[in-house]
């Protein structure tokens, strides 16, 4: 393993911690991105004709499973492209990162097939980009209320009005007397997403520095040292 090909072992607690941590996170992934981490609720009046399904809660895979139907504009093919493209940067290549890196660093191979399995996790590494989606959900979040009343532009400006004018009536209404908002939360259930991700990211580079640095020591001590390495070695030493 990685481990027994380093000139210089690591500390007990890095060896035991990378390889726990990466198995965690591998789990931790797997399972949330099928359960819930997002709540989308529409506030105003089209919230309270709504009712009780002004409410949603989303998961990573159920809002790849939406691409298909996000946009009637565009075509549906290069939506299904977009869909794979998501499923696979988003989904699945983060799970292979962490179940990589793990074996990169525990299994025991051969330097070809250790030299081969470092590359894969390199190019792994580059098109895992969950970490990259999460951290631009909570930035699109904070600016999705303000985005939807861009979008209906000067539709409910009269309508806004008017609900502001009976505080009775805005009283009825969930979260502003407008016309329509919506107010994204995030559950406890996306900590773990993030943190997850956040690790593996982190320890798969980890991982691959040091895979890189065994490789070089063991290329080093593979190669004989030789006492005169040019011939002008020779001729300053005569």
Request: with cysteine.
């Amino acid at each position: 393993s990685l481990l027994l090909w380093r000139k210089r072992r690591l500390p007990v607690t890095v060896q035991l911690l990378v390889p726990l941590l990466l198995a965690a996170c591998l789990l931790t992934i797997g399972a949330t991105v099928w359960v819930p981490v997002l709540t989308l609720e529409v506030q105003g009046l089209i919230g309270f004709l709504l009712a009780e399904s002004r409410t949603t809660d989303w998961s990573i895979a159920k809002l790849a499973s939406h691409i298909p139907t996000g946009s009637q504009m565009a075509p549906r093919g290069w939506l299904l492209l977009l869909q794979v493209g998501f499923v696979t940067t988003c989904m699945i290549t983060p799970l292979v990162l962490a179940l990589s890196s793990l074996l990169l660093w525990t299994v025991g191979m051969r330097p070809g097939t250790f030299r081969r399995l470092l590359t894969f996790v390199e190019v792994v590494a580059a098109w895992s980009w969950l970490d990259v989606y999460v951290v631009i959900m909570i930035t699109s979040l904070l600016s999705l209320n303000q985005f939807a009343q861009f979008t209906l532009g000067d539709e409910c400006t009269t309508l806004n009005l008017i609900l502001g004018s009976y505080p009775k009536l805005a009283e009825l209404l969930p979260g502003e007397p407008v016309c329509l908002a919506v107010q994204p939360e995030l559950k406890g259930t996306f900590a773990l997403l993030f943190t997850a991700t956040m690790l593996v990211t982190g320890i798969s580079a980890f991982v691959m520095q040091a895979a890189t640095s065994a490789l070089r020591e063991r290329a080093e001590r593979a190669t004989p040292t030789s006492a005169f390495q040019s011939l002008d070695d020779v001729e300053n030493y005569s």
